[in-house]
């Protein structure tokens, strides 16, 4: 593969750790995250939960480029609350009903899968990245 189209096709594995060991906000992860993921894999939306204490936690996203603002919640109300008991990188069909509204590009779109991942820090499970598209397809075990 030539060199310049490489990169036009999104960063290698190993650079985009590099990348995100460099970033020092939420907001810096979510959009290094969307610009390495989204030309390779095609999501539309790169959603980054945090859990806090007492059953909240906070998400901030990137909908179509555009970052979206952050916004706070009950963990009981997530879509993704189930994942958190059983933490494991899954693909989940969205259901468009209870879907929270982006602007944007994004603005009124629905989102038709998702795929879950778990972040943990020290065996612990602190939070997750939720990639999503708006588009239906079969996700690959490799991706």
Same mark, same amino acid.
């Given at each position: 593969?030539?060199?310049?189209?490489?990169?036009?096709v999104?960063?290698?594995?190993?650079?985009?750790?590099?990348?995100?060991?460099?970033?020092?906000?939420?907001?810096?992860?979510?959009?290094?995250?969307?610009?390495?993921?989204?030309?390779?894999?095609?999501?539309?939306?790169?959603?980054?939960?945090?859990?806090?204490?007492?059953g909240?936690?906070?998400?901030?996203?990137?909908?179509?480029?555009?970052?979206?603002?952050?916004?706070?919640?009950?963990?009981? #109300? @997530? $879509?993704?609350v189930?994942? &958190?008991?059983?933490? %494991?990188?899954?693909?989940?069909p969205?259901?468009?009903?209870?879907?929270?509204?982006?602007?944007?590009?994004?603005?009124?779109?629905?989102?038709?899968?998702?795929?879950?991942?778990?972040?943990?820090?020290?065996?612990?499970?602190? #939070? @997750? $990245?939720?990639?999503?598209? &708006?588009?239906?397809? %079969?996700?690959?075990?490799?991706?």
């Amino acid at each position: 593969m030539h060199k310049s189209h490489a990169a036009a096709v999104g960063p290698t594995p190993a650079a985009l750790v590099h990348e995100l060991g460099s970033c020092f906000t939420e907001a810096d992860i979510a959009q290094v995250l969307y610009r390495g993921l989204q030309p390779l894999f095609g999501y539309d939306v790169v959603n980054l939960h945090v859990l806090e204490r007492e059953g909240w936690y906070h998400s901030l996203s990137m909908d179509s480029g555009v970052l979206q603002d952050l916004r706070r919640r009950p963990l009981s #109300g @997530s $879509v993704f609350v189930k994942q &958190y008991a059983n933490p %494991r990188t899954v693909v989940i069909p969205l259901d468009p009903k209870p879907q929270e509204i982006s602007k944007g590009p994004g603005a009124g779109r629905e989102t038709k899968f998702a795929i879950w991942v778990p972040i943990e820090h020290q065996g612990e499970v602190i #939070g @997750s $990245v939720i990639y999503q598209g &708006y588009r239906s397809r %079969r996700v690959p075990a490799t991706e």
